[in-house]
């Protein structure tokens, strides 16, 4: 059973709020996390970017949203909306929308931002969009976590946030770290109860 954690990042800011919700999944017995990105979007038009990147996680193919039982979406926001590469990813989708491959199975977003008032909220909203219109489940973060309603940096209760700062320098905070981990093991846990019912026939 495997959590899909795909995401875009730029200067790495949202990269590692991955990776700390990938530490929060493998929490959960039996679930891995996935973790998966997309390719920058080229303004010329015959430009491709190699097969495996430099470094990180491989590129995301469609067969990894077969394959989870979950999907955390990630990006930095660009004006209150997700980043131009996992949108043009998310728009290439339409086999899986129409198989159903992600209809009933949760997913959660995360995203980081510049400033503490940069469309953190917006981002990732907006991203919600797509993944319901795949039939998602949507999981955030309620206020019984006491860091949610203490932070001063990221976390909202739409999903997990990060602020970098305007030069990208700024680390993770504690809070944002904690939050993060929640949300994954909060998806990962919701995953693997559907997964196993409706292994059972219960969904």
């Not at 990147?53 to 004006?79: F, H, K, N, W």
């Not at 503490?116 to 976590?145: C, D, F, K, R, W």
């Not at 940096?153 to 305007?166: E, F, I, M, N």
């Not at 680390?171 to 944002?176: G, H, L, T, V």
Request: net charge neutral.
């Amino acid at each position: 059973m495997n959590i899909l954690i795909l995401y875009y990042s730029r200067q790495g800011a949202t990269r590692q709020l991955a990776e700390q919700i990938a530490l929060g999944v493998e929490r959960v017995p039996g679930v891995t996390a996935r973790l998966r990105t997309v390719p920058p979007v080229s303004a010329v038009c015959e430009a491709t970017a190699p097969a495996i990147p430099d470094d990180g996680p491989p590129y995301v193919e469609q067969s990894d949203l077969d394959d989870c039982i979950g999907l955390a979406l990630g990006s930095p926001t660009r004006y209150g909306n997700m980043a131009a590469p996992l949108k043009h990813f998310i728009d290439s989708t339409t086999s899986a929308w129409l198989s159903g491959a992600l209809a009933g199975k949760p997913g959660a977003v995360f995203t980081s931002t510049g400033s503490m008032h940069g469309g953190q909220e917006a981002t990732l909203l907006s991203m919600m969009i797509p993944l319901l219109h795949h039939g998602m489940v949507m999981v955030g973060l309620p206020y019984s976590e006491p860091a949610l309603m203490g932070t001063r940096t990221g976390g909202t209760p739409y999903g997990a946030s990060h602020v970098a700062g305007l030069d990208n320098t700024l680390p993770i905070s504690a809070d944002e770290k904690h939050l993060a981990q929640v949300l994954g093991t909060r998806l990962a846990q919701t995953a693997r109860a559907l997964h196993l019912g409706r292994q059972r026939g219960d969904a």
